[in-house]
Each structure stands twice: as structure tokens, then as C-alpha cells.
């Protein structure tokens, strides 16, 4: 069993920045590739990015590709999500993912294992 937890979202400034982190538990996480999905206030789930288990091949939505960077780091079994030139769209809950497999989908419900979600707040 996997458990996350991510941690670091707040309130930025438009064009400012943020670094979220997620921390898994279970020996099983760092063979599982994950992603970061968000939700904001009445629109659906929306996949910003993945990674595969090995920490490599990642990947983003058009939405944030030149502004964010994910990363891990399997021997803390940590992911992170850089987030630059932050814009008030940004403004999502974000959640931590991860599926059961060492290649990520493009899919959020094919993903297992979520976190409870932290705030992104981006003022203009």
C-alpha cells in the first residue's frame, strides 16, 4: 500500500513561483511512475504532469510546459513539482498521483494512489 502526502502549496503572486513536494510511504512507490493532477473550483481534473518511476521521461500539459518541472527523488521517495511564472489559472487544489506501473498515463483515473491535495492560490 502507498500513501502521499503533499506539502508547499500556498499564495503567490502572478509570475512568481512555488515547490510542491510529495512524500510516499511503501517500499512499492519508487517503482511506481506518478504525476501531479489538479482541480479547480468547477472544472474537472486536469493532468499538469508525469514521471516515470525511474525519474525520467517527464512530461506536461500544454497548460504548463515551460513554467513547471517535476522531478523525484527515489531515495527520499520524493516528488516535486516546480512551479515558475505562476499565473492566476494556476489557482488549482493539487494532487499528487501515482499508478501502478513504472510508465504514467495520461489518464488520472488510472491512477491508484492520490494524496488529500494541497491549495495553489495565484494572485494577479
Known amino acids: 500500500q502507498v500513501q502521499l502526502s503533499e506539502s508547499g502549496g500556498g499564495l503567490a503572486q502572478a509570475w512568481g513561483s512555488l515547490r510542491l513536494s510529495c512524500a510516499g510511504s511503501?517500499?512499492?512507490?519508487?517503482?511506481?511512475?506518478a504525476g501531479w493532477v489538479r482541480q479547480a473550483p468547477l472544472k474537472g481534473r486536469e493532468l499538469v504532469a508525469t514521471?516515470?518511476?525511474?525519474?525520467?521521461?517527464?512530461d506536461y500539459g500544454d497548460a504548463v510546459k515551460g513554467r513547471f518541472t517535476i522531478s523525484r527523488d527515489n531515495a527520499k521517495n520524493t516528488v516535486y513539482l516546480q512551479m515558475d511564472k505562476l499565473q492566476p489559472e494556476d489557482t488549482a487544489v493539487y494532487y499528487c498521483a501515482a499508478i501502478r506501473s513504472s510508465l504514467p498515463s495520461t489518464q488520472p483515473a488510472h491512477y491508484a494512489y492520490w494524496g488529500q491535495g494541497t491549495q495553489v492560490t495565484v494572485s494577479s
Open positions: 514521471i516515470m518511476a525511474d525519474g525520467t521521461s517527464p
Open positions: 511503501g517500499s512499492a512507490f519508487s517503482s511506481y511512475a
